[in-house]
């Protein structure tokens, strides 16, 4: 069972340029959930999905975006990358409620640095 | 706005001993709260989950505490092992339907 999956796991981009984190996962699981986490920081919520089809904002949405056409895929876009951007990427997910009931099941993250 | 707190940010033990990690939060309205893992370069794995109506949970070696009416947790490890090296992350349930709002975490390290 691979769980949650992210590609790709290091990425350097440019100001400016713009490109998709990938996250998939086998475990047939309808909450899916994106994080940031800077360095010595908490992690954030940019966006979650609650099942294919359904996406909401976290609490730092800006600068991102995402789609759920399936149950399995869960991507994050990133348009214009800002230095702010800078940070470690997390995916996740639960079955079958939310995190006020359920563990969530993280990915191994991906590095980006925006430069 | 919900805020946690962990202390202390860094921690070092010599392996054999038991040890207590800290989480606070400013609003008691939680649904739960959960206490995951961190190892470098790689993702959380979560370790226990207290639903807010439980008091405690246990689980092997671990054992965490939830006092909600004075906003603090407690994570207990008992017989550190080297193995135990990571950074613990208390989180809490309870604003909108997706988010956990995290504290920066606590990085224990267990010395041989």
């Given at each position: ?115 | ?27 008691s309205a939680i649904y739960n709260l ?16 207290i639903q807010s109506s439980q ?11 939830l006092?909600k ?24 349930g309870g ?18």
């Amino acid at each position: 069972n691979a769980g949650v999956t992210q590609t790709p796991k290091f990425r350097i981009l440019k100001i400016g340029q713009s490109m998709t984190l990938q996250c998939t996962q086998d475990m047939n699981h309808n909450y899916m959930y994106w994080y940031r986490q800077d360095p010595g920081m908490g992690l954030k919520l940019i966006y979650y999905s609650v099942g294919a089809g359904i996406t909401d904002k976290g609490e730092v949405p800006n600068g991102y975006n995402v789609s759920r056409s399936t149950t399995e895929d869960f991507p994050l876009r990133l348009e214009l990358a800002a230095p702010s951007q800078t940070s470690v990427y997390f995916c996740a997910s639960s079955y079958p409620a939310g995190p006020n009931d359920e563990k969530l099941f993280f990915g191994s993250g991906t590095q980006l640095s925006v430069l | 706005k919900q805020e946690v707190t962990q202390i202390p940010a860094a921690l070092s033990v010599p392996e054999g001993e038991n040890l207590v990690l800290n989480c606070s939060f400013t609003d008691s309205a939680i649904y739960n709260l959960q206490w995951f893992r961190q190892d470098p370069g790689k993702g959380l794995t979560s370790l226990l989950l207290i639903q807010s109506s439980q008091r405690e949970q246990t689980s092997g070696r671990l054992n965490a505490s939830l006092d909600k009416s004075s906003g603090r947790s407690t994570l207990y490890i008992a017989a550190s092992q080297p193995g135990d090296s990571a950074t613990y992350l208390c989180a809490v349930g309870g604003g909108s339907q997706g988010n956990l709002i995290f504290g920066k975490g606590t990085k224990l390290s267990v010395k041989p």
